[in-house]
Each structure stands twice: as C-alpha cells, then as structure tokens.
C-alpha cells in the first residue's frame, strides 16, 4: 500500500512564524503536491514538483514556497504565516512523470494537517 | 480550461436508497475523469477513474460512474445507500498547464446517510 504521511494533524501558530509542513511518501513516486482545501472552494494546488528539486508553481502558490531535497520528501514553507492561511493542507503523490500525458496519475493524498494561524 | 462542476454541495439520502452524484466536466480533448472520496478527518482516496477504456467504470464499494460525451458528464451512482458511504464526494479532471499534466478537482459534495 502506498502511505502518504504528513508530519502533523493539527497545527496552531501565530501571525508572521514560519511554517514547515512536512510530507513523505515511501513508493518512491516521482511526482508530488500540496493542495489546500477549503470549505466550498475543493482542492487548489499550490505547488507540485516532478522530481527532485524540481518544483512547479500551481494555481495559488502566493505566499508559499516548497523545498524537495529528497525524493520521498515534499516540504511546504509559510515564510510569513497570515490569518487567510488558515486552512486544511494535503499532500499527494503520484507515480508517473507529468509529461507523459497519456498517463492517468492516480494521487494519493495523505491524512492532512489543519493549519490555523491566530 | 478544462474543469469540473458538482451540481449540489450536500446530498442527503436514506439507507438503502440510490445515491445519484452529479459531476460536469469542461475539456476540450477526451478527459480522464476521477471519483475521491474523503471520509471525516482523512485524505482523500480514488474511488475510480475513467481512461476512455469503458464508458461505465466501476470502483470500490459499490459506486460506478458513466462517461457520457454527449452531455459532458460524469456521474457517480451506487444502488443503495449505506451509512458507511457519509463522506465528501470530488470528481476530478486532468488537464495540461504549461506543458504539465494536472489534476482539478470539483468543489465537493457532501453526502448525508439517513437511517
């Protein structure tokens, strides 16, 4: 079974920290993302990466930034955490390269961390 | 810009009923379709995927969908209802965006299982 994990379900900081969200899948996928989720509005990527060191912006990456050393690891950085950053955090991963467009990239998605920031 | 629409944000039913879940999709080239589910304080999980193999996908748990090009759509069905089936509902789209293959997902539809 593919796991997904990420490094805490529950995460409770304050106005302008730092903050590290941290995922790891042990399948050895080439692709990973951060999406969050918000009530009404689904699942918005912000960030992927097709390999390591590899990132690529996704749909609202503002305010973010991600780091992927490693293969099996995908890190999501608040540099400056705001109060509309409070949200539900999902990592996925998934097995194929993106440019191969016939693919049909299953995403597994890890259990989330819910992020609120005071 | 290839898209999805779920028609309703909650759905209720009663156990054992038909479960209908409405899915739209927007694409300019045949798609590949998802079904996630993400049962309460989970991830979300693929349910099933349409790969233009069948036009009628079956997935887990008793849910299948139809791909119907005529009327863009992509509907999840399951015959009757359990209350194991409570959870939120994403029908999903891959599209590509600056030569990547993505994935956009639709808003969700939260299904409630009534006794």
């Known amino acids: 079974d593919v796991k997904v994990t990420q490094s805490s379900r529950y995460l409770v900081k304050r106005t302008g920290e730092k903050v590290f969200l941290e995922c790891v899948q042990d399948?050895?996928?080439?692709?990973m993302f951060w999406y969050r989720q918000d009530p009404g509005l689904g699942l918005r990527l912000i960030y992927f990466?097709?390999?390591?060191?590899?990132?690529e912006k996704g749909d609202i990456p503002e305010g973010y930034s991600v780091s992927r050393e490693k293969k099996e690891r995908f890190s999501l950085i608040l540099e400056s955490a705001s109060t509309n950053q409070t949200s539900m955090y999902l990592c996925?991963?998934?097995?194929?390269?993106?440019?191969?467009?016939?693919?049909?990239?299953?995403?597994?998605f890890g259990p989330g961390t819910r992020l609120t920031v005071l | 810009a290839q898209s999805v629409t779920q028609l309703g944000s909650h759905v209720s039913v009663s156990e054992g009923a038909l479960v209908l879940l409405r899915c739209n999709y927007s694409?300019?080239?045949?798609?590949?379709l998802f079904w996630y589910v993400q049962y309460p304080n989970q991830g979300l999980q693929l349910l099933l995927k349409?790969?233009?193999?069948?036009?009628l996908v079956k997935g887990i748990n008793g849910f299948e969908a139809e791909f119907k090009k005529s009327e863009t759509s992509f509907h999840l069905t399951k015959p009757s209802a359990h209350m194991s089936d409570a959870a939120e509902y994403f029908c999903?789209?891959?599209?590509?965006?600056?030569?990547?293959?993505?994935?956009?997902f639709g808003t969700g539809t939260k299904l409630q299982v009534i006794p």
């Open positions: 694409s300019s080239v045949p798609p590949y």
């Open positions: 349409y790969t233009s193999a069948a036009t």
């Open positions: 399948m050895d996928h080439e692709n």
């Open positions: 999903a789209v891959t599209r590509i965006s600056g030569g990547y293959q993505k994935v956009t």
């Open positions: 990466s097709y390999d390591v060191k590899m990132k």
């Open positions: 996925a991963s998934s097995s194929r390269t993106m440019r191969d467009t016939d693919d049909t990239d299953t995403q597994y």
